[in-house]
């Protein structure tokens, strides 16, 4: 079984300060790996993914996760935070086995909240 | 493009009483997924269609759940005598095979 641990639930940034939002992740397999951004009453939308390629990812709006094995995972940084970031984060793996479709397991979430 | 959409929107029920939510993928897309989201916590995954056919249902929480896809494209999940704790955000997503999945703005159901 998989499953997802994502620390702090709630994260409070400055405006142009590190974001950093963790993720770690239990697999019997080496998963797909993804974070998610959603805004309030809107669905998710993917920032970035890994699927065995190069280790540290870049996705869109500046935010990159890099994976790391031996510690199972895969944090989430953007350097310079901005007002627009204030939103729930969510880490996610989903099974390599086609078999298994892609169902994504979900950890808690992580909400960041930016102060001027 | 048009995206995932899903409808209604938001949706109030009586507790005992049955909603039908509706989801429309990304034209194409052979998977399709339902999660459920409660207040607070990260979607959960219920079920999954690859075409027309159920091939995942283990997030199902109970027989009062019941989800098709009849001709590959449109899916309703079904809820039958709603419950209070089936208050959530129920999610809808679509993909091409293994490829990430593109998630439609769910429908608020609250039951009172």
């Known amino acids: 079984a998989q499953s997802v641990t994502q620390l702090g639930s709630h994260v409070s940034v400055s405006e142009g300060a590190l974001v950093l939002l963790r993720c770690n992740y239990s697999?019997?397999?080496?998963?797909?790996l993804f974070w998610y951004v959603q805004y309030p009453n809107q669905g998710l939308q993917l920032l970035l993914k890994?699927?065995?390629?190069?280790?540290l990812v870049k996705g869109i709006n500046g935010f990159e996760a890099e994976f790391k094995k031996s510690e199972t995972s895969f944090h989430l940084t953007k350097p310079s935070a901005h007002m627009s970031d204030a939103a729930e984060y969510f880490c996610a793996v989903s099974h390599r086995l086609k078999a298994a479709g892609n169902k994504l397991t979900f950890g808690g979430g992580t909400r960041v909240l930016v102060k001027p | 493009g048009a995206g995932v959409s899903q409808s209604p929107r938001y949706k109030v029920a009586k507790r005992g009483q049955d909603v039908a939510l509706r989801c429309d993928p990304i034209s194409g897309h052979v998977s399709l997924f339902w999660y459920q989201q409660a207040l607070g916590q990260g979607p959960e995954f219920l079920t999954y269609?690859?075409?027309?056919?159920?091939?995942?249902k283990s997030g199902l929480p109970s027989d009062r759940f019941f989800a098709e896809r009849p001709e590959g494209s449109v899916s309703t999940l079904k809820i039958q005598r709603t419950q209070k704790e089936d208050s959530a955000v129920y999610l809808c997503?679509?993909?091409?095979?293994?490829?990430?999945?593109?998630f439609g703005p769910g429908t608020r159901l609250t039951v009172t």
């Open positions: 269609f690859q075409n027309e056919a159920q091939l995942d």
């Open positions: 890994y699927t065995s390629a190069a280790t």
């Open positions: 697999s019997s397999v080496p998963p797909y």
């Open positions: 997503a679509s993909s091409l095979g293994m490829a990430e999945q593109y």
